[in-house]
């Protein structure tokens, strides 16, 4: 069965340096894996999604991602933090082979604070 | 950009009504899904719907839930009967055919009181 792991569920930067949340997954098979994030009271944002394509995935706002098989890691990555990106972000898998439609299995979140 | 709109956005209600939560998913995708988060909780699927029926379902989507489509743009969420620990966020996600991409509305918090 698939499943990921956020392994931070609070993580707080200063404005201006890197941020680094941190996401395992575990599948039978090469997954498709997402970030999604929410701002206080909005929906759910993709903000990236892997699809055994390229490792290294560029997202909106200057996130990426970069897919580690032999580390099963999916960590969401950004060169500078914004006071705009503090919400929680959440690490999902797709529980469907080959990019089929199919339940989303979510991560249990990172609150992501940003300091001025 | 299109975007997945959900009403209302809370709804209070007292234990045993029904309740309706209602979606418009993004005009040319055909596949529909409910999402719900408990407080403090992962966001849990409930159901998966294409082609006029539920394609696939979690443990969660017992009896007391429903799903429709009743017309070409509204989808909906029916809890016959509702219980305290039914108070969650609902999501609505929706997808174009042929591919995960997941576009989610911003919720319906439901309170049971």
């Known amino acids: 069965a698939q499943s990921v792991t956020q392994l931070d569920s609070h993580v707080s930067v200063s404005e201006g340096t890197p941020v680094l949340l941190r996401c395992n997954y575990s599948s039978s098979y090469s997954p498709s894996l997402f970030w999604y994030v929410q701002h206080p009271n909005k929906g759910l944002q993709l903000l990236l999604k892997?699809?055994?394509?390229?490792?290294l995935v560029k997202g909106i706002n200057g996130f990426e991602a970069e897919f580690k098989k032999s580390e099963t890691s999916f960590h969401l990555t950004k060169p500078s933090a914004h006071m705009s990106d503090a919400a929680e972000y959440f690490c999902?898998?797709?529980?469907?082979?080959?990019?089929?439609?199919?339940?989303?299995?979510f991560g249990k979140g990172t609150k992501l604070s940003v300091k001025p | 950009e299109p975007e997945v709109t959900q009403t209302p956005s809370h709804q209070v209600t007292q234990m045993g009504q029904e309740v309706i939560l209602r979606c418009v998913p993004i005009s040319n995708h055909l596949y529909f899904y409910w999402y719900r988060q408990i407080l403090g909780q992962k966001v849990e699927f409930l159901v998966s719907?294409?082609?006029?029926?539920?394609?696939?379902k979690s443990e969660i989507f017992d009896d007391q839930f429903s799903v429709e489509r009743p017309d070409g743009s509204n989808f909906t969420l029916k809890i016959r009967s509702t219980k305290l620990e039914d108070s969650a966020m609902y999501f609505c996600a929706s997808s174009e055919l042929e591919t995960d991409t997941q576009y989610f509305g911003p919720g319906t918090r439901l309170t049971v009181l």
């Open positions: 892997y699809t055994s394509a390229a490792t």
């Open positions: 719907f294409y082609n006029n029926e539920i394609s696939e």
């Open positions: 999902v898998v797709s529980s469907n082979y080959g990019g089929s439609q199919g339940n989303l299995i």
